[in-house]
């Protein structure tokens, strides 16, 4: 894992995107333990803090799951597929908005043209 220098912005933001492509590369696969805060912190070169940001961040989208006591877990099609398929949707449906507003500018400015 590395931090995704490709991104401008906070450094929470790029290293969720580097575990985020390790989870997507299969180098982290489901069910597997993330190493321990302070290692990752090493790994990416920030602070513990930022890890833990990147980490909050990456369970909100349900790609991680914490056991308190135990450590943070890349989440399994068990237990994180419910709000994935949720967000899916929610995606999907954003995206036909966003559709029919283009049309309908679309529309609106040939009108124009033609008046």
């Known amino acids: ?3 995704d220098d490709k991104l401008t912005g906070p ?8 575990i985020r492509k390790a989870i ?29 940001r990147a980490i909050d961040t990456l369970q909100s989208e349900g790609l991680l799951r914490s056991a308190p006591g135990v450590g943070v877990f890349v989440a399994t099609a068990e237990n994180n597929g419910s709000e994935l398929a949720s967000l899916r949707a929610d995606v999907d449906a954003l995206r036909q908005r966003v559709e029919h507003l ?9 009108q124009a043209q033609a008046e």
């Open 1 to 3: 894992m590395k931090l």
């Open 11 to 18: 450094a929470y933001l790029q290293v969720a995107s580097g």
């Open 24 to 52: 997507a590369s299969g180098e982290l696969k489901p069910g597997e333990k993330l190493p321990a805060g302070p290692k990752l912190a090493t790994t990416f070169g920030v602070a513990l803090m930022t890890v833990r």
């Open 102 to 110: 283009e049309q309908l500018a679309t529309d609106s400015s040939r």
